[in-house]
């Protein structure tokens, strides 16, 4: 061993002691590899390089003196770091000029990963722009002092040929080729018996030679490969490591100034913007902007860079005003950056032009999807390609890093797609491919159908399925409607529209339902729809109307049905409109013009002999008799949707009279009778699968607990029910479970977390445009009236405004306070 590494390496020990670090800690704050640093302390690595030298003096804080000392043990023949470096060896690693952010936990595990012994080749896979090269540079600098020849790099993206991939391998190496011997066998030689870390960078495009990659790792034992490429290479031995965008910042709720910064994508732009205009700042202003553009930009690091150049000369809102053709502004790259890497186009195109024509047209197809797909949605767009060639484009396009399969939680697999890739595949569609609009059309017809089928299916046991297949279909819905709206005919907007109603009631989305059905109805050709069809989307307006307590225009929306189905002497809707408007009237307090409506719907459906009908009437005249106080006309006409229920077998609706009965008694104070009912129609829900059904049924049963003073047990079925309708994102339905719980809290003595959360609930009814209807106001004003007597009328109004401040997520944890406290029996006050 020469004196001058016996000197570097007694001097890099005798300065990490004297810091008091040991080996395990000063890797960590260096960012080497443990076996790496002891090898250096043990003499083993001969010649450390000079990026490492500097990351040690970093991590150990060192002073001119002593770094200068270290860098003199490392390299004699160097007198100062600022005396010049000697030129940098054909093949070895560049030095970056720009921080590597948000990657520590891939570095980690890559570094594990190639520190393990048997792993020879590992493949970083990603989209274009993803910082797969970056990321690889930070790893082979760290991993370079573990092998005793270091690191070397080969840039392969000027080839095109896959042949000359070992010419460029030997030429970065300075292998020079030997007459009559084939240069493998020739590199095979040369690196045999190196211990080597080689960087492959940009292998997508001569993919083809990934056979001699694998030849020469078998050749060369102690040569170990890390490659990036847009798709695997596909040899034995691969490790595949793929290179996700950056993490992006929530996009719900406030968060402060510093927790966005910290944010990795948030972090990037940052520093790059900073680097074009040194007066900017993240502030409490700019800041939800700036996340909004990561989030916009997909988190891909080349994306979000590209933005930032342009900070100089506009300010974050509108940069992300001028974001919504993202790819028209992502330009301008740095110009020693190659040329695909200079606008996210060429990024993005590059990786296009590498694909076979079938892929590509796939390619095109896919880019009508937003927010992902599924293979049956995607064979509907694909032009008549069977199911194979489907599945078989779609692993060459996950290969190739533009498409990314997720399992789901039922085992079928969903595919995604980064939106600046699909916005460069939509262009590419509308250009270039001459079924670009049949796609389209293709894309709108099939969330039509599927809408449809979702509006039956969202009524029974299938409920929570279809409402999770429609939370992730969402966006697709959307864009079908958007579509249909500019290109397809008004009969198809409308039967989307009206298809969808009952999604978006169930989800609180009233307003945007809303626009969505009047955009639809007041579209050109709207007389040449169907007027059964007219008649749907006037109802189904109708009820997300009555949803918001908008009854006036709900009435007229349901008129207008009304006289649709008369033209078409539809007797079965005329039926359903008139008992539509006698709801109306309940709603406006005219129960006698709701009796009138009701019987007359009666009416109809006895002369159609429609059981099902008759039922649904009766129903709603025992609900206008229960609002008027007369409970036992309730009851009566109740009993009787009840017997026509059963009589046709229809069990759901017959779990809801039972259940409707239930409450009759819960409102008239007889608990005995109400629990019977209401413990029946639990029952038959859970058999039934009726998860809606055994929310309502649990939620009553936890009132009328409440209501004979068994406190544990109000807390449970309260919970149980909240949680059901939270699960199902049923907003409305978690508000009328809080004020269950808060009028509970209030009968049981807890008048002040009840009073809160009242409030509380009032504040969301208003976001969601839901007003309390009258019979649960009523059964408010009593619970305030206690509570008043209690602790004073002003002590609980101010409580009720107090809680109208309250966010979604604190009202919630005050529920569960509320929970908490009664579950435990320990109600507190009089």
């Not at 609180?508 to 007219?534: Q, Y």
């Not at 009236?785 to 979604?808: C, F, I, K, M, W």
Request: with cysteine; glycine share 8%; proline share 4%.
């Amino acid at each position: 061993m020469s004196s001058a590494v016996s000197s570097f390496a007694d001097l890099l020990r005798h300065l990490r002691t004297s810091a008091a670090l040991s080996q395990e800690e000063l890797a960590v704050r260096a960012g080497l590899s443990l076996r790496g640093l002891s090898d250096l302390e043990r003499g083993v690595r001969r010649t450390p390089h000079l990026s490492t030298v500097r990351l040690l003096a970093d991590a150990l804080a060192l002073g001119p003196e002593d770094r200068q000392a270290l860098l003199a043990a490392a390299r004699p023949e160097t007198i100062s770091e600022t005396t010049g470096v000697p030129p940098a060896p054909t093949g070895s690693l560049p030095l970056p000029l720009t921080s590597l952010l948000g990657r520590e936990q891939d570095l980690a595990e890559l570094i594990a990963l190639l520190e393990e012994c048997t792993v020879r080749l590992v493949t970083l896979t990603g989209a274009g722009g993803s910082g797969k090269t970056r990321l690889a540079l930070e790893v082979a600098a760290r991993l370079q002092d573990a092998f005793a020849e270091g690191a070397g790099f080969v840039d392969l993206t000027p080839l095109r040929d896959a042949a000359f991939v070992l010419p460029t391998i030997a030429d970065a190496l300075g292998v020079r080729e030997r007459p009559g011997q084939p240069l493998r066998e020739t590199l095979s030689r040369f690196l045999a018996p190196k211990q080597l870390l080689l960087l492959l960078d940009n292998c997508e495009q001569v993919l083809g030679a990934a056979p001699e990659i694998a030849a020469l790792l078998a050749a060369c034992p102690r040569l170990v490969v890390l490659a990036t490429s847009r798709a695997a290479l596909r040899v034995r031995g691969e490790h595949l490591f793929p290179v996700s965008p950056l993490p992006l910042p929530a996009s719900e709720g406030a968060v402060s100034v510093e927790e966005v910064a910290g944010v990795p994508a948030v972090a990037l732009f940052v520093e790059r913007a900073t680097a074009k205009h040194p007066g900017f700042v993240l502030s409490l202003e700019n800041a939800p902007i700036v996340a909004a553009i990561c989030r916009r930009l997909d988190g891909l690091p080349l994306a979000i860079e590209l933005a930032a150049a342009w900070s100089n000369a506009l300010a974050p809102a509108l940069l992300l005003d001028r974001l919504e053709n993202r790819l028209l502004l992502l330009t301008g790259g740095s110009r020693d950056l190659p040329a695909r890497q200079r606008t996210m186009r060429d990024a993005i195109a590059w990786s296009y032009a590498l694909l076979a024509a079938p892929e590509q047209r796939l390619f095109r197809r896919l880019a009508v999807f937003a927010g992902g797909w599924t293979l049956e949605a995607a064979e509907a767009v694909s032009g008549g390609d069977d199911r194979v060639s489907i599945l078989e484009g779609l692993q060459a396009l996950a290969r190739a890093s533009l498409v990314q399969p997720v399992a789901q939680p039922d085992g079928e697999w969903r595919f995604y797609m980064l939106e600046t890739l699909r916005e460069f595949g939509l262009e590419q569609l509308r250009q270039e491919d001459d079924q670009g609009l049949a796609t389209e059309q293709a894309h709108a017809d099939y969330y039509r159908s599927l809408a449809e089928q979702a509006y039956v299916e969202l009524v029974g046991a299938q409920q929570r399925t279809w409402l999770t297949r429609l939370d992730a279909e969402d966006a697709n819905i959307r864009a079908a409607l958007d579509w249909i709206s500019e290109h397809g005919s008004a009969d198809s907007a409308l039967r989307l529209a009206r298809s969808s109603w009952r999604y978006w009631s169930t989800r609180g989305r009233l307003i945007e339902g809303r626009s969505w059905l009047e955009r639809a109805l007041a579209l050109p050709g709207i007389e040449e729809a169907p007027l059964s069809v007219r008649a749907d989307a006037h109802n189904a307006l109708g009820n997300l109307l009555g949803d918001s307590a908008e009854y006036t225009l709900a009435r007229q929306h349901y008129e207008e049905a009304l006289a649709l189905r008369r033209q078409i002497a539809d007797s079965k809707g005329i039926a359903g409109a008139l008992n539509n408007l006698g709801t109306v009237a309940a709603w406006l307090g005219d129960f006698d013009g709701a009796l009138a409506l009701y019987r007359e719907s009666l009416e109809l459906h006895q002369a159609m002999h429609d059981a099902f009908g008759m039922a649904l009437c009766f129903a709603n005249l025992g609900d206008v008799l229960l609002a008027r106080g007369d409970f036992d006309g309730a009851q009566e006409y109740q009993a009787e949707a009840l017997r026509l229920r059963e009589l046709v077998h229809d069990a759901v609706g017959s779990a809801y009279s039972v259940y409707n009965l239930g409450e009759i008694a819960r409102l008239r104070g007889d608990t005995a009778e109400a629990a019977r009912y209401l413990t029946d129609s639990l029952c038959r829900f859970e058999a039934l699968g009726e998860k809606l059904g055994i929310a309502y049924a649990e939620c009553s049963l936890g009132d009328v607990a409440s209501q004979v003073g068994d406190t544990a047990h109000a807390a449970r079925l309260l919970e149980r029910a909240l949680q059901t309708r939270k699960a199902m994102g049923d907003k409305r339905g978690v508000v009328e479970c809080l004020e269950a719980l808060a009028v509970a809290a209030i009968r049981l003595g807890e008048d002040e977390a009840g009073a809160r959360l009242l409030g509380a609930t009032r504040s969301e009814r208003e976001m969601l445009s839901c007003p309390v209807p009258l019979s649960i106001q009523n059964e408010h004003d009593r619970a305030l009236v206690a509570g008043r007597l209690r602790l004073g009328a002003g002590t609980v109004d101010a409580l009720h405004e107090e809680g109208r401040l309250l966010s979604p997520e604190q009202a919630l944890a005050l529920a569960y306070e509320i929970v908490d406290r009664l579950g435990a029996g320990e109600p507190r006050g009089s």
